[in-house]
């Protein structure tokens, strides 16, 4: 933890699991998620984009 702060490292494993976590379960369970779900899970993964290359609080 001596880069990373620790709500953007648990920011990006939440997104991380998030998003894993439907994969699996569209892939095993044959749970393919709708379109509000898959906007979502797309908002998520931009946002952890978006603070690991705009944000100050990381560095680089």
Same mark, same amino acid.
């Given at each position: 933890?001596?880069?990373?702060? =620790?709500?953007?490292?648990?920011?990006?494993?939440?997104?991380?699991?998030? +998003?894993?976590? #439907?994969? #699996?379960? #569209?892939? +095993? !369970?044959?749970? =393919?998620?709708? #379109?509000?779900?898959?906007?979502?899970?797309?908002?998520? =993964?931009?946002? +952890?984009?978006?603070?690991?290359? !705009? @944000?100050?609080?990381? @560095?680089?």
């Amino acid at each position: 933890m001596k880069t990373i702060p =620790v709500g953007v490292a648990y920011a990006i494993w939440a997104g991380l699991g998030i +998003v894993l976590i #439907a994969i #699996a379960g #569209a892939l +095993v !369970f044959e749970q =393919v998620p709708d #379109a509000p779900a898959i906007i979502g899970m797309v908002l998520i =993964v931009a946002g +952890v984009l978006i603070i690991n290359v !705009f @944000s100050k609080t990381i @560095s680089h």
